[in-house]
C-alpha cells in the first residue's frame, strides 16, 4: 500500500494515513527529518511538489523481519525513475527501511528512513532541483545557439535562392538563326532570353572556327607574318 500511494498515486492523504500520529522519519535532503507527524506530513508535502510525476520503481532486494508479534522491519533497496522539470531523474539502489507496529488490528509505520545514493541535494531540496535546474539552463542556452545557427543558415540560403534564377525545361530554338520562343510565342534572340531568365550576362567574341570563317585573309597575312621556329 505505501508504494501504491506514494510512489504510484502520489497521493500525500493516502499516504500519511500509512503513519501512527507520532511517527518520525528521516530522508535524504540536508533538512529532512522529522521528529513528529505534522513535520512529516509536510516533508511529503515537499517531496510531491517537487517531483509530482508518478515515479516508477523497481524493487531488487527486499527482507522482512519481525522482532515481536506487533512489530516489523522491512527493509529493501529500489530504483526509481520519474520526471522532473520535464528531465528523466533516475536513482538506482535507493535504500528504505520502515518500522511498523500492529495497533489493534491495523498496521502503521512508526519510522521511515530513506536515502539516495547521490549528494547532489541542496538546502531544503527532497531531489536535487538545483542540478537539475542548472542543467535545463544549460540545454536552453545549446538549444538557442543551435536554432539562432539554422536561423543564420536559412536565411543565408534564402539569399543564394533569390540570387539564382534557374532555367528548366525544353527550350524551342531556332536551328538557323538560334532565336528562342517563349512560352507565349514570341521569339526572342537568346542573349536576350537568357538575361531575363537569370542574372547571367554576355560578353562577346569569336570562337576560333568563327574567326577562321569570317576573317580567313586575315587569319592567312598572321600566319604568313609568323616567323617559322623550325628555322
Known amino acids: 500500500m505505501y508504494f501504491e500511494h506514494y510512489f504510484t498515486n502520489r497521493d500525500l492523504d493516502r499516504t500519511a494515513q500509512l ?3 507520532q511517527a518520525t522519519c528521516v530522508g535524504t535532503g540536508h533538512s529532512e527529518i522529522a521528529h513528529d507527524y505534522n513535520v512529516l506530513k509536510e516533508l511529503y508535502r515537499r517531496d510531491i511538489r517537487e ?3 508518478r515515479i516508477d520503481y523497481t524493487i531488487t532486494k527486499s527482507s522482512l523481519y519481525t522482532p515481536s508479534d506487533n512489530v516489523a522491519v522491512v527493509l529493501c533497496e529500489l530504483n526509481v525513475c520519474t520526471k522532473i522539470l520535464d ?3 533516475k ?3 535507493i535504500r528504505l527501511s520502515l518500522i511498523l507496529v500492529k495497533f489493534e488490528v491495523q498496521w502503521l509505520i512508526v519510522h521511515m528512513h530513506i536515502s539516495f545514493p547521490t549528494e547532489a541535494h541542496g538546502e531544503n531540496e527532497a531531489y536535487p ?3 537539475l535546474e542548472e542543467r535545463n539552463k544549460v540545454l536552453t542556452k545549446l538549444v538557442e545557439e543551435r536554432t539562432k545557427d539554422l536561423q543564420r543558415a536559412n536565411e543565408e540560403l534564402q539569399d543564394k535562392i ?3 534564377k534557374t532555367l528548366h525545361g525544353l527550350l524551342p530554338i531556332c536551328s538557323s ?3 528562342i520562343r ?3 510565342g514570341e521569339w526572342h534572340v537568346l542573349e536576350a532570353y537568357i538575361t531575363s531568365k537569370s542574372d547571367a550576362t554576355f560578353s562577346h567574341g569569336l570562337c576560333p572556327e568563327c574567326f577562321q570563317a569570317l576573317y580567313s585573309e586575315y587569319s592567312q597575312k598572321r600566319n604568313t607574318n609568323t616567323p617559322n621556329n623550325s628555322e
Do not use: R, S, T, V
Open 51 to 53: 517531483a509530482p510525476n
Open 91 to 93: 536513482l538506482n539502489k
Open 177 to 179: 538563326c538560334k532565336k
Open 19 to 21: 503513519f501512527w500520529n
Open 182 to 184: 517563349d512560352d507565349k
Open 162 to 164: 533569390k540570387e539564382i
Open 87 to 89: 528531465q528523466e531523474l
Open 129 to 131: 532541483i538545483k542540478e
